[in-house]
């Protein structure tokens, strides 16, 4: 085992060499293409045998890799942001075919406007698809959850590809302290990887991703894509007390941090999750019983521990970091469902947006978001959704559209 | 927590000098969280660079609001605002510059009442700013007066273990001097603390007003806005047009400009905007009668912000 | 050549003067791809509109900064012809039912890298050619994906080193023939160009600006960010690429295939690649006599095809 000092690029091409990825289908994209490049690095020196094929587009990248893991072949490959928006006719195709994988996604805004830094609309985008979605908020959880995710992909109730998705710049390019594993220690963690009976090979007659002719059938077929992503929640405390077990560190499908005895939730994914927790941090000393539960597990959502982390509470304040245009933040409407009906659900549940494009979310905000959370407490009834954005903000935007001649000419009541 | 930011342009090895200290720290035992933020990405752009350090594991992401240490690796950044040099800088800052003026002409123009440190800038030569960065982080490791000098040396090798010996040399040359250069201040950058609730002023949150769809898209309704931003901050060197040798030739110098930086008068006569000319030095480079010259931008470069 | 060539550009000092593109913008200094742009660009004029698909070029416009004195649209990496696809049948629906004056109307100009034209833009390339596109095509070619750190692209020549191709003998692949691919679809027009040869540019852009149909454009790029070597020597770089033979100036219209260049005396490759970091490791740390010599082989073969 060796500590380093390692970013989260590093980091996943760390747990995609560790894992012995067959395959590297690849296409450029900021922030992920540091990546891609360790691994050619690597590939170059010899140091690690996985085959790297630079293909045209994500579109094309995403087939490639969904054909070759349907062959037999352990595969790895990592986008972005419009990359994964040009593959998602194949991120939703691939699924179907039963057959593992994992795909790192740097997360980073989707246009319009182009942006190249951080938020999760694009990974969200991807929720209905049928892979699994793990997310981290540190660079040894990246590591960490692609060996994990590994297994889970291929594990025998599953047999899905999985989404691990770390931050852009937050993560993808900043270095944190990171403890890289044996690699033998890896390799009794993780086997090589056994296709089952999902496999190209002259004997073995196979038609793979076929036509459906009949509704009866389709909504088997999609039902039980369904079924066996659930099944992720059970999978994943299964294989997550292994690696505890193996390597010394807990993943469970919520983060919980100082939550037990808090009246006041953040609910937040990410790596800014740990700006939430030093925000915790600073409430706690001032005597505020604040906490933080932060998902892991996207997909499957996490229903039952959820249900458990937030019993009780008088309020969770959910931070999006992501917009569905016309509905709001994502995780705010998930929750909700989750929350609805049941008994001791959480009072109040107030939504914001914040982190847009990396925004940064300001230790105040936090303290603010605490206190939106009492006060509507005290008043009885949910606050407004509220974005993230201060005056002075406000007025910075307008000098760019001065100078853009984009000038305002009435306010739209 | 150590909370420390470095500034510096694109090709001056500023990403590696952050680096270094974020690796001396490591090798120290510190959680360390370093990050480069690029503004363009470019040769000669400004760019800036986070370094955190403490003993116990970081929470904290992204703006390094009130830096403990400022390390300035190219003094012709600290008038210009889009460089951020000066944010969040407090009478218990330290701040370290590069630079050959007087660290009291530096307390003045600025207006700063805190401990303001100088290297020396050794030499103008281009190829030569590229060794600023070590001497920044071998100062900056002094200062904080947590790394030992054999650390320092492990942290710049282990940087630039890709490069050949002879850079790596070169680079520990500079860093180690400025190392030993700093001894008289050693450890005077102090730890900061965190920010508390009792500290903080609530946010001054706005609803946004709906806008008319034609100035909340993303879409520009004027030509050539870009002669608003000045690329000429990018400049290391200057090309300087000796007329005693232009011979009119027509356009030579102005057609190969890339940005649009040189014109040409009625009368043939070339004239360099040196508000938008990047220092690129083609002009330089394809003059026929060698009229150009390329002169340090330290001779022309403003130093009031 | 067989003809004589009628051109408002017989001379360098016939080169238009007035500099269009705005200074400003973030391309790095001593951009190659820049340093064609602005020459196309001021011959082409305000009364364009650029369609842009994703690359280093997609930084001319952030907002609120602009270069351009007339229009731009930013599409996605793959789709930039699709785009010029619709804004031109937008705006000749609009000229038809008179809904805008002949003086509005604009040119449809598409700009992209290497990365989108070789690679996942073919397809929307294709089939625009294919519909009789009247549109004019202009590809910057740096050899590899630039604006993410310069990965090896369709477009990458045998031997480069890169980001993802590292190794002693760099990229194994060949650059594709574009030029070729376009001109098998027979459109209107096609042609080489480099900045550092501004008057056979300028000629070539007047003439493409003069025709209708699909015209199509690709524009050697040297690169001091992926080239690796100092901007000053942008200029020279490109003189040295026309002056060994591995970068043709050339034209396709009617089937025929010109060259508007012949390098009377090829200068041996190396003088190219020497100059270049990226092929450092064909001379350094002891010379690949082999892969130079591959090199040399391949330019050697097209020129003997080429007839006087």
């Given at each position: 085992m060796t500590r380093a000092l390692i970013t989260g690029n590093q980091a996943a091409a760390w747990g995609a060499r560790l894992a012995r990825a067959d395959y590297m289908p690849s296409f450029p994209i900021t922030p992920q293409t540091e990546i891609i490049e360790t691994i050619a690095g690597w590939i170059d020196q010899g140091e690690m045998d996985c085959r790297m094929a630079m293909m045209e587009s994500e579109h094309s990248m995403i087939t490639a890799a969904g054909a070759a893991a349907a062959t037999g072949v352990r595969v790895f490959t990592a986008t972005s942001s419009q990359g994964l928006l040009y593959a998602m006719e194949m991120i939703y195709g691939v699924p179907g075919m039963r057959a593992p994988f994992v795909l790192v996604n740097v997360s980073r805004g989707l246009q319009t406007p182009v942006t190249l830094e951080p938020d999760h609309t694009d990974v969200l985008a991807?929720?209905?698809?049928g892979f699994l979605q793990i997310h981290c908020s540190t660079c040894q959880e990246v590591l960490d959850q692609t060996l994990i995710a590994y297994r889970l992909a291929e594990h025998h109730r599953v047999r899905l590809p999985v989404i691990v998705n770390l931050d852009g710049f937050y993560l993808s390019f900043t270095r944190e302290p990171v403890e890289i594993p044996d690699p033998a220690a890896v390799d009794r963690f993780l086997p090589g990887f056994d296709p089952e009976t999902t496999r190209f090979r002259a004997g073995e007659p196979l038609s793979q991703g076929v036509v459906v002719l009949g509704s009866v059938p389709y909504s088997y077929f999609r039902y039980e894509t369904h079924l066996a992503t659930l099944q992720g929640l059970p999978a994943y405390a299964e294989i997550a007390a292994e690696f505890a077990q193996a390597f010394g560190r807990e993943y469970g499908a919520l983060e919980t941090y100082k939550s037990d005895d808090a009246e006041w939730v953040l609910f937040m994914m990410g790596s800014f999750a740990t700006k939430a927790k030093d925000a915790v941090d600073r409430m706690r000393e001032a005597g505020w019983k604040v906490g933080l539960v932060r998902p892991r597990l996207l997909r499957p959502f996490p229903d039952e521990p959820l249900r458990q982390a937030l019993a009780g509470k008088r309020g969770v304040a959910v931070v999006d970091q992501n917009l569905s245009m016309g509905k709001g933040g994502v995780l705010h409407s998930e929750l909700a469902s989750v929350l609805y009906g049941q008994p001791d659900a959480p009072t109040i549940l107030a939504s914001f947006i914040g982190g847009l494009g990396g925004r940064d979310i300001a230790p105040e905000e936090f303290f603010e978001m605490i206190q939106v959370l009492r006060r509507a407490a005290e008043e009885g009834r949910p606050p407004t959704p509220r974005l993230l954005f201060t005056a002075d903000e406000l007025r910075e935007v307008r000098k760019l559209q001065a100078v853009a001649h984009a000038e305002r000419r009435e306010e739209l009541k | 927590m150590y909370r420390i930011r470095f500034h510096g342009r694109g090709g001056q090895g500023m990403k590696t000098a952050s680096r270094m200290l974020g690796t001396a720290l490591f090798l120290e035992g510190f959680q360390v969280q370093d990050a480069p933020r690029y503004g363009a990405e470019r040769r000669g752009a400004p760019i800036f660079a986070y370094v955190r350090a403490a003993r116990d594991p970081i929470h904290e992401r992204g703006v390094i609001r009130e830096p403990d240490l400022v390390v300035v690796a190219d003094d012709s950044l600290v008038p210009v605002p889009a460089a951020g040099v000066l944010q969040g800088i407090t009478a218990r800052t330290v701040m370290l510059i590069s630079t050959n003026e007087a660290a009291a002409t530096w307390r003045d123009r600025i207006n700063f009442s805190g401990s303001l440190l100088t290297l020396p800038v050794e030499t103008s030569e281009q190829a030569e700013l590229r060794f600023v960065g070590a001497a920044s982080a071998g100062a900056a490791a002094r200062l904080l007066g947590a790394i030992p000098r054999a650390t320092l040396e492990a942290a710049v090798r282990e940087e630039l273990s890709a490069l050949g010996e002879d850079i790596i040399r070169r680079n520990l040359e500079q860093a180690l001097d400025a190392f030993d250069r700093m001894a008289e201040h050693a450890g005077c950058v102090n730890e900061g603390t965190a920010f508390s609730v009792a500290d903080a002023k609530a946010p001054d949150w706005v609803d946004l007003p709906l806008d008319e769809a034609d100035a909340a898209a993303a879409a520009i309704h004027a030509g050539a806005t870009s002669v608003e931003v000045r690329t000429g901050l990018w400049r290391v060197l200057r090309p300087v047009i000796d007329y005693d040798r232009c011979n009119r030739c027509w356009w030579v110098c102005s057609e190969f400009c890339p940005d649009s930086a040189i014109t040409v008068a009625a009368d043939g006569r070339p004239e360099i905007d040196y508000d938008h000319c990047k220092g690129c030095m083609i002009c330089v480079a394809q003059c026929p009668p060698h009229a150009i010259a390329a002169v340090p931008e330290q001779e022309f470069a403003e130093k009031t912000p | 050549m067989s003809e004589q060539i009628v051109t408002l550009y017989k001379r360098m000092k016939d080169l238009p003067s007035a500099r269009l593109l705005g200074a400003g913008t973030p391309m790095c200094a001593g951009c190659g791809g820049l340093m064609a742009l602005h020459e196309i660009y001021d011959i082409l004029g305000e009364k364009t509109v650029f369609v842009n698909a994703a690359g280093c070029m997609t930084l001319l416009t952030v907002y609120p900064f602009t270069p351009f004195r007339g229009s731009w649209l930013y599409t996605s990496m793959s789709s930039a012809p699709a785009g010029a696809q619709g804004v031109r049948d937008a705006l000749d629906i609009l000229l038809a039912k008179q809904r805008i004056k002949a003086e509005e109307n604009l040119d449809v100009v598409v700009l992209t890298g290497d990365g989108a034209a070789y690679g996942m833009g073919l397809s929307s390339t294709s089939s625009a050619i294919e519909r009789g596109l009247d549109f004019l095509y202009v590809c910057y070619d740096n050899e590899g994906y630039g604006n993410t750190g310069q990965q090896t692209s369709a477009a990458t020549p045998h031997g480069a080193r890169t980001s993802t191709s590292t190794g002693a003998r760099g990229f194994g692949g060949f650059k594709k023939d574009l030029f070729a691919i376009w001109a098998a679809h027979r459109p209107a027009y096609v042609a080489t160009v480099i900045g550092s040869e501004p008057l056979d540019l300028a000629r070539k852009i007047e003439k493409a600006k003069a025709m209708q149909g699909p015209r199509l454009i690709i524009a050697l790029s040297p690169c001091p960010t992926g080239w690796d070597f100092d901007p000053m020597e942008s200029a020279e770089i490109g003189h040295l690429a026309v002056k060994t033979g591995v970068w043709p100036l050339k034209e396709y219209e009617n089937g025929v295939v010109t060259h508007t260049k012949l390098p009377r005396e090829r200068l041996p490759v190396e003088d190219y690649l020497k100059k270049q970091g990226r092929f450092a490791h064909l001379f350094q740390p002891q010379r690949n006599e082999a892969l130079i010599a591959e090199i040399q082989a391949r330019v050697d073969a097209y020129w003997a095809e080429v007839s006087i």
């Open positions: 991807a929720r209905d698809s | - | -």
